[in-house]
């Protein structure tokens, strides 16, 4: 639970550094429009700017050392066990989305890239997608440490207008990602991850995310407690009271594990299941298409 706890004090952090970004011009741009539109709404504006690439451009360099710092390392193990409900295949071409500083697309690489054997490719099998170019330029230094060039590529591109063909991806991936794409527009991006996945049985979406625990019991609430107490420390750390309201509401009002199993039904989906680690605050939703919507 302290992990998990922590987890959310790294965001806390994370949104402190983010104050007075000013992104350049050019394809980001576009990409970032979309994302402020969010529902239209002066709310969804506001969730949009505060989870957006542009908001994570501001905290790239120090991403990775802030989320290790925080969680103590326990990110890691949570998207390990990511990785790991993707069951991989050696001919897989794999899509992990929101990719960050591409933790989650260097691990695929790693298991990729060692059970290559004879498996023939055109090209990188992983790839890693995210609207902050500043993440992915991180991203792009771990890959080339990892000796991974050949196997993982990191582009930019928003969750919500993939630029990729139907049905072109066997596995996709995404690790606290979902809850940075506007409430209302989560739909279409998981919609996205339909359009883009093979229709085909083995195939999968597996979706690593931060949550309130719902429950009435003791553990549940503690660790609601928990959460808002941690979430007063970011404030205090941070020393801003806006981004540490807009955290704790955006965790508070991600979907409850019923309804966002529900809109992944709704995308095209059926949950195969959902893992609940950190004493319920991180939950992993595996899935797999249908055929249709
Ligand atoms: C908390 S970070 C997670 C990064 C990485 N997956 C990890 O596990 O560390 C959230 C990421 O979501 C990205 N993001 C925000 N809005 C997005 C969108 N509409 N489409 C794709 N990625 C988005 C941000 O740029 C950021 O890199």
Redesign the pocket.
Known sequence: MVVSLLACVV?LV?VRMSDAVDLGKGERAG?RR??NDGDGSKKGQSE?AM???R???AVAPR??FV?RVMSMGM?RAW?RRLVQTLQLEPSDRVL?????????AILVGQQMKSRENDTKRDGPCVIG????AN?LAVGRDKVSRAFLNDTVSLEL????ALQYEDSSFDKIS????IR??PAA?RIT?LEEFHRVIKKEQGKRLAI?EISEPAGTGLLARLARWFIRLNALVGAWLSGRRREYRHLLDSIQAFPKQDDFCYMIDKAGFTVLGVETMGFGTVKIFVAEPKATR
Request: glycine residues 12%.
């Open positions: 965001h994370l990409l979309r994302l949009a989870g957006s690439g908001m994570f451009d991403y990775d989320n990110d998207r992990d989305v929101a990719t960050g500083t591409a933790d989650v997608v995210d609207p902050s993440m591109g928003d969750a919500l995404i690790s606290f990602g940075n794409v527009s991006a690593l």
